[in-house]
């Protein structure tokens, strides 16, 4: 007999769920709080599409090459229409350095290594109406999940069967072989469970960053600025990392990111002139917003409480849920750094596939989907929560007017500033091997720990910096105390913060 199965949430992870569960013949039926999105066009879907289901819904995104290769590989007719809507594919020549790029061969992988990026909405609007056309999935708009409903058996484990919510004519049940909640990062139904003791382990903490994005959209006649004349549209000044993201119809945005311990600049940012002076001083975002080039198109977007969290359905193996299974953030939240929330998502989706098509038992699908999910996921997250420590730590010290660091810190620092940074802009097949691990297409740390590429790493370290002089960065911007003047903020507001507030933490510690 077809499987009935529920997914809270048409969002990123319900859509990659259809696109991974469809082809398997299940009937899937999404249920979504929001409305449709409009008829017509990218344009329309970006200003007219109201999802408060979504708060991110207008930063920007963009597809790492892990989802883009699943896309390509599974759905190609999906792809072609994201194409064909504007929707862009940026390959691996345009992440070489102006050093590789004349000597640049491709080679066969690299067409692995492309990510799709454009508007959200567009991404999104167009996955949607593809999904809607695949012949057992159904998705049902403006219908709130409110909760679970469950039974429990008789090892004391509780069963999901179905859930209760509310439409525009009211209250609304359904019932189902199994529940899948994709609701997002708000979503509550893993709160519903742990609430009713389910035992969910959870562990989160702080990405130890807001995001900020405008939209822009190039003048007519006007094309975008070429990546080869210009200073890097996407870099990181410690207290401020910023990125261009391209979109489709002529539109791009771009996003600024701050620790969240700079209060003056977080709190002054979403105000026009403050970004527009942000943005003026940084000469790879200058070129993008000259005013005979492009015009703003949007407000300033900000978004705070981002975390990462990781939740476990059967924590120790012990199943805690039976008949429900989760993908996307409302199990595992990434910090959008790293581009990879909608890439953590597939891969959980096509996870969880793999485990619905190969066996029945409740208990051991849910063991073994969340086996694959710590094969295939957790060590991406584990770098990342390692690599947003290590960033929180560096905020912290730019704040920190008497900050020296220790032997070990400089020599880490140096690794990473003379070894790695000169070997990746140098080397087109150590960049290969890096952006491979980036892009979840294989372990984050294993161009690392191959011998022949730390050995040139360390080749790149031992020389001098004059010999390596072309294969550093140019100077991205001003430093913080030149920024902050030019923005008239004060630089010394938020020096004064951390130190009353380490002064707190040492009275506390002392007491
Ligand atoms: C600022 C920011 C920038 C990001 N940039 C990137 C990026 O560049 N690349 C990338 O890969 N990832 C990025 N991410 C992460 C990515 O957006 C998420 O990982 C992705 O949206 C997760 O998909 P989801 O379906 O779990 O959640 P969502 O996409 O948020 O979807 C959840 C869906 O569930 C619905 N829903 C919620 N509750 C209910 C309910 N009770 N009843 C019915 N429906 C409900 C919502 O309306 C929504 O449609 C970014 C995230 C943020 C915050």
Not at 78 to 100: A, K, T, W
Not at 262 to 291: C, F, Q, S
Request: include cysteine.
């Amino acid at each position: 007999m077809t499987e009935k199965i529920l997914v809270i949430g048409a969002g990123i992870a319900g859509l990659c769920t259809a696109l991974a569960l469809g082809p398997t013949g299940k009937s899937l039926t999404l249920i979504e709080r929001d409305g449709p999105p409009p008829e017509g066009s990218p344009d329309e879907a970006f200003h007219d599409w109201n999802r408060r289901g979504v708060g991110h819904l207008r930063q920007s995104h963009a597809f790492l090459a892990r989802l883009n290769t699943i896309i390509k590989t599974d759905h190609p007719t999906l792809r072609q229409e994201l194409l064909d809507v504007g929707v862009r594919e940026l390959g691996f020549e345009g992440m070489l350095s102006p050093l590789q790029k004349p000597t640049y061969q491709p080679t066969q992988e690299d067409a692995d290594l492309s990510i799709l990026t454009s508007r959200r909405t567009t991404l999104e609007l167009v996955i949607r109406r593809y999904v809607e056309r695949l012949p057992n999935i159904t998705i049902k708009s403006n219908l709130f999940v409110r909760g679970l409903i469950s039974e429990t058996n008789g090892d004391g484990i509780v069963t999901v069967t179905g859930l209760r919510g509310e439409d525009e004519t009211g209250p609304v049940e359904i019932l189902a072989d199994m529940v899948i909640d994709a609701s997002g990062k708000n979503g509550s139904a893993i709160d519903q469970l742990m609430a009713a003791n389910a035992p969910i382990s959870e562990a989160s903490e702080s990405a130890g960053i807001l995001y900020f994005t405008r939209h822009y959209r190039l003048l007519p006649g006007q094309i975008e600025p070429s990546r080869d004349d210009n200073p890097p549209a996407t870099g990181d000044l410690g207290y401020l990392k910023f990125g261009v993201f391209p979109a489709d119809n002529g539109c791009f945005s771009i996003t600024l990111c701050t620790p969240e311990i700079e209060y003056e600049m977080r709190k002054a940012i979403v105000h026009p002139e403050t970004w527009d002076g942000i943005v003026a001083n940084i000469p790879g975002l200058k070129v993008w917003t000259d005013k005979a080039l492009s015009e703003p198109v949007s407000k300033v977007f900000g978004m705070g409480n981002l975390l990462s969290r990781w939740r476990d359905l059967a924590p120790g193996e012990v199943p805690a849920v039976l008949g429900f299974f989760a993908v996307g953030d409302t199990l595992i939240r990434t910090n959008p750094l790293y581009g990879r929330g909608c890439s953590f998502a597939a891969v959980a989706a096509y996870a969880l596939r793999d485990v619905l098509t190969a066996q029945s038992d409740p208990k051991a699908r849910l063991l073994a989907y969340q086996q694959r999910l710590h094969t295939d996921l957790k060590p991406y997250f584990d770098v990342m929560q390692r690599q947003d420590r290590g960033a929180i730590k560096r905020a912290e010290q730019i704040l920190t007017p008497d900050y020296r660091p220790r032997l070990r810190t400089r020599i880490l620092l140096s690794f990473f500033e003379d070894g790695i940074g000169p070997a990746i802009r140098t080397e087109t097949n150590l960049l290969r091997e890096a952006l491979r691990g980036f892009h979840m297409l294989e372990h984050p740390d294993a161009w690392l720990r191959r011998p022949a590429n730390l050995l040139r790493i360390l080749g790149y370290w031992a020389k001098s910096k004059k010999s390596k002089a072309g294969a550093y960065p140019p100077k991205l911007g001003p430093d913080r105390s030149e920024m902050m003047q030019a923005l008239g903020l004060s630089a010394d507001a938020d020096i004064a913060i951390l130190a009353q507030q380490r002064t707190k933490h040492q009275l506390a510690a002392a007491a």
